[in-house]
């Protein structure tokens, strides 16, 4: 009997709850670091929006999430992992195009742009815990999908010696789906731990454009936060 109840008493479930910042780009070749805002005055109205929005530069945002671990007899760990992320990347602008319905000016310009992301993820990861003393270090690694609930670009700055700018355009539906590949790492003392993660994705963000080359924006997103263990 004891024989039998022992593997069973070496394995458990864990539940643990996450929070904490992220670091989020695009890379690929539809990508870029610094663009130009375009800009209108029509009937008294002014708006813009970014000429290209897929930034290369990281931008700030944050991430919430649960994670139901199972932890082997041999510290082989099996993890379903739902999450939020509040996203950003982030492009900086040189220059903004103003037209007022007859004539484009080109005027050199000041600012960012951000492209935020609210996506749902789910995480599934394979890996292994490492005992260090007091210390335990859970590593694992496995696919993640990311379902956006919106996206939309936001920026401001100046132009013209001084004049403001400001855009806030709507960008979803371009990609609601990311298949990505997640590498997670926790490092425990007792219930308080402190979380690392990268994710990798697939899907391309400008692959529904019309014209022109193939162009290619995928995200890069780091996180970095703090993990308790409720059991």
């Given at each position: 009997?004891?024989?039998?109840?022992?593997?069973?008493?070496?394995?458990?479930i864990?539940?643990?709850?996450?929070a904490?910042?992220?670091f989020?780009?695009?890379?690929?070749?539809?990508?870029?670091a610094?663009?130009?805002?375009?800009?209108?005055?029509?009937?008294?109205?002014?708006?813009?929006?970014?000429?290209?929005?897929?930034?290369?530069?990281?931008?700030?945002?944050?991430?919430?999430?649960?994670?139901?671990?199972?932890?082997?007899?041999?510290?082989?760990?099996?993890?379903?992992?739902?999450?939020?992320?509040?996203?950003?990347?982030?492009?900086?602008?040189?220059?903004?195009?103003?037209?007022?319905?007859?004539?484009?000016?080109?005027?050199?310009?000041?600012?960012?742009?951000?492209?935020?992301?609210?996506?749902?993820?789910?995480?599934?990861?394979?890996?292994?815990?490492?005992?260090?003393?007091?210390?335990?270090?859970?590593?694992?690694?496995?696919?993640?999908?990311?379902?956006?609930?919106?996206?939309?670009?936001?920026?401001?700055?100046?132009?013209?010696?001084?004049?403001?700018?400001a855009?806030?355009?709507?960008?979803?539906?371009?990609?609601?789906?990311?298949?990505?590949?997640?590498?997670?790492?926790?490092?425990?003392?007792?219930?308080?731990?402190?979380?690392?993660?990268?994710?990798?994705?697939?899907?391309?963000?400008?692959?529904?454009?019309?014209?022109?080359?193939?162009?290619?924006?995928?995200?890069?997103?780091?996180?970095?936060?703090?993990?308790?263990?409720?059991?």
């Amino acid at each position: 009997m004891l024989a039998i109840a022992a593997p069973a008493v070496a394995q458990h479930i864990e539940l643990i709850g996450r929070a904490g910042a992220s670091f989020s780009h695009y890379r690929g070749s539809g990508t870029e670091a610094t663009s130009f805002v375009n800009y209108s005055n029509y009937a008294g109205y002014e708006r813009g929006y970014t000429n290209n929005p897929y930034g290369s530069r990281l931008g700030t945002g944050f991430a919430l999430g649960g994670r139901v671990q199972r932890v082997g007899r041999r510290q082989g760990l099996l993890a379903f992992d739902p999450g939020y992320d509040w996203a950003r990347s982030r492009t900086a602008i040189a220059a903004l195009y103003y037209s007022a319905g007859y004539a484009n000016t080109a005027y050199a310009a000041t600012g960012s742009a951000y492209l935020r992301s609210q996506d749902l993820t789910a995480f599934f990861g394979l890996g292994h815990r490492c005992r260090m003393g007091p210390l335990a270090l859970d590593v694992l690694v496995g696919p993640e999908l990311a379902g956006q609930l919106r996206a939309r670009e936001t920026g401001h700055g100046t132009y013209n010696n001084g004049a403001a700018w400001a855009t806030d355009t709507d960008r979803s539906g371009r990609f609601p789906l990311d298949g990505r590949l997640r590498a997670d790492a926790t490092v425990w003392r007792g219930r308080v731990g402190v979380n690392a993660s990268y994710s990798y994705g697939f899907a391309n963000a400008q692959a529904g454009l019309v014209g022109g080359p193939v162009r290619e924006a995928y995200t890069r997103t780091l996180r970095w936060g703090f993990a308790y263990r409720l059991r």
